[in-house]
């Protein structure tokens, strides 16, 4: 089955614990991103990733790190979370960087609670 | 700057009634829209796309919108809600490439017996 699978789903942690998401695809998809979702504000894109070893800043990038160094894994990274990354996160995926015929795929979500 | 405005914050019709879900967006190049649905704890699913040609985009659930370049809208529509229906809608434009993809606040749907 085609999916985009998040890990954890859930989390509670504290400030200043670097804490990774991870987010793996299984449709060989070039395209790879990242978004938070807060109440009244819709998603907003962290990162993204064009292909492999190839990836760019979205709309609110401080405070994230991304890799992609392999086509399946698109790890979100934390360094050092503050409460204000309390958020809906959604990773998602599309077979390529241009828009075509293929969707972006999203994953389930991970609510992260940074206390 | 890029922007994308969903005016209504939340909406209830009642079932077997006509919707209409609003989107304004601000986009400097020509835009290639799109309309999700999210339903409680799960993920976003593409509802329909626009790229270009006929304006009146039709999509799965019976949903169609319509692209409107004078107005800036790409408006949702279904003649006939459904309880199953019941769901929060994201509007989002982007660009060719995919980079900076932008969604806006989101509609919530309810939908009374």
């Known amino acids: 089955e085609a999916q985009v699978t998040q890990n954890p789903r859930y989390l509670i942690t504290v400030t200043g614990k670097k804490l990774t998401v991870t987010c793996s695809q299984n449709?060989?998809?070039?395209?790879m991103s990242w978004y938070r979702q807060d109440p009244g504000l819709g998603l907003r894109q962290i990162y993204y990733?064009?292909?492999?070893?190839?990836?760019d800043k979205g709309d609110v990038p401080e405070g994230y790190k991304v890799s992609r160094k392999e086509k399946r894994n698109f790890p979100l990274i934390l360094e050092s979370p503050s409460p204000n990354q309390t958020s809906l996160y959604f990773c998602?995926?599309?077979?390529?960087?241009?828009?075509?015929?293929?969707?972006?795929?999203f994953g389930d979500g991970t609510r992260l609670s940074i206390l | 700057a890029q922007s994308v405005t969903q005016p209504d914050i939340h909406i209830t019709v009642s079932e077997g009634a006509s919707l209409e879900l609003r989107c304004n967006y601000s986009?400097?190049?020509?835009?290639?829209l799109f309309w999700y649905v999210q339903s409680p704890g799960q993920g976003l699913q593409l509802l329909l796309k626009?790229?270009?040609?006929?304006?009146l985009v039709q999509g799965i659930k019976g949903f169609e919108a319509e692209f409107k370049r004078s107005q800036s809208s790409f408006n949702l529509r279904k003649p006939s809600v459904h309880w199953s229906d019941a769901a929060e809608y994201f509007c989002?434009?982007?660009?060719?490439?995919?980079?900076?993809?932008?969604f806006g606040s989101g509609t919530k749907l309810n939908v009374k017996p």
């Open positions: 998602a995926s599309s077979l390529t960087g241009q828009i075509s015929n293929q969707p972006q795929h």
């Open positions: 449709m060989n998809h070039e395209y």
């Open positions: 990733s064009m292909n492999v070893e190839v990836t």
């Open positions: 986009y400097g190049a020509t835009p290639y």
């Open positions: 626009y790229f270009s040609g006929d304006t």
């Open positions: 989002a434009v982007g660009p060719y490439n995919f980079n900076k993809f932008y």
